[in-house]
């Protein structure tokens, strides 16, 4: 009997192949998966925050199903991909909600407690968006370690397997990528 990882993996082989019903069956098999790492980011966010984990997935849904296929590669990857869409929809949230309120309403997200390691508490999610777009630009890598750790919730072996990187490179990279935006956020 194949492992949980081996059918999502078959499963998205089965859907970049063309098989919209493999898709499906994809996402209803990680769902509560997918709703967990939700719920996770949304604790992460202001107390007054209007989105729910089941609307976030949701939207992640369709983000999956509407927008252009992608090169599946393993479960890694697929939590990888899904960390970077909540991202960007967590984002998008916060700039409608700011054009709304005329920079009222800030969302608000900590960075303590990421795999049991320390930062700071409360940093602003526009804030830490821009933030890693520039650190994307000086260690685009790193910048990738911080979406698959952070926001995809990897482990380090999972993250360094989607990054193709050792796992000494993912903690070296990580190391460096959280004292970065530590200081480029207290300096914000």
């Known amino acids: 009997m194949p492992s949980e990882a081996d059918a999502m993996t078959q499963m998205l082989l089965e859907w970049r192949g063309g098989d919209q019903d493999a898709g499906n ?3 209803a098999a990680a ?8 719920s996770w980011h949304l604790r992460q966010e202001r107390g007054d925050h209007t989105m ?13 199903f509407g927008g252009s296929s992608v090169e599946w590669q393993d479960r890694a990857h697929f939590f990888a991909v899904a960390a970077q869409q ?13 054009a709304e309120k005329r ?9 303590t407690e990421v ?15 821009d933030a890693l777009r520039r650190l994307e630009a000086l260690d685009p890598r790193a910048a990738n370690i911080v979406e698959l750790r952070y926001f995809g919730g990897l482990t380090e072996s999972e993250a360094a397997a989607v990054a193709g990187v050792s796992v000494a490179t993912l903690k070296r990279d990580w190391h460096f990528a959280r004292a970065w935006l530590i200081r480029q956020l207290e300096t914000q």
């Not at 984990?53 to 992640?60: D, F, G, I, Y």
């Not at 920079?103 to 960075?111: A, E, I, K, P």
């Open 52 to 64: 729910q984990a089941t609307a976030l997935v949701n939207e992640l849904y369709l983000k999956f």
């Open 25 to 27: 069956r994809l996402f």
């Open 103 to 111: 920079g009222g309403g800030r969302m608000r997200l900590s960075l």
């Open 86 to 98: 909540i991202r960007r929809l967590l984002i998008d949230h916060a700039r409608a909600g700011l």
């Open 31 to 38: 769902y509560q998966e997918l709703r967990r790492l939700a």
């Open 115 to 129: 795999n049991g390691l320390a930062a700071p508490a409360e940093e602003d999610l526009l804030e830490l968006d």
